[in-house]
């Protein structure tokens, strides 16, 4: 079992999902329960499934779990984009989430050649 506390992707993806919670508050409330509720809960998604995959019995296991988080973080990225084409947020305002979501997916290949 791997101390995900310390792993830096883990920390990282915490990191993306404050910022995604802070932009989240400047999109429209009649999207409380569609897209914002969506995007939160991927977000969510991707440290979750690394410390449940660091918490597993084998790294075959943690291989999947860290591809789960992938998953997840790709799906941010559509849904972030899709909010600026929707014109809810201006691309200068997502410039950093898709920096940090492009480091997180770094990271978990990186981490995923190295088990």
Not at 52 to 62: I, L, P, V
Not at 76 to 89: A, G, K, M, N, P
Not at 93 to 107: A, G, H, P, S, W
Request: proline share 2%; net charge positive.
């Amino acid at each position: 079992m791997n101390s995900y506390e310390n792993l830096k992707i883990w920390q990282k993806a915490m990191n993306l999902v404050e910022e995604v919670y802070s932009l989240m508050k400047s999109l429209p409330q009649e999207e409380k329960y569609g897209l914002i509720s969506q995007i939160k809960r991927c977000s969510i998604s991707i440290p979750s499934n690394i410390s449940e995959g660091a918490g597993r019995n084998s790294n075959k296991e943690f291989k999947h779990f860290l591809s789960i988080a992938n998953g997840s973080t790709c799906e941010l990225e559509t849904q972030i984009l899709l909010s600026v084409r929707l014109e809810f947020i201006k691309q200068k305002q997502v410039k950093d989430i898709l920096n940090l979501c492009n480091e997180v997916k770094k990271m978990n290949f990186a981490l995923q050649k190295s088990l």
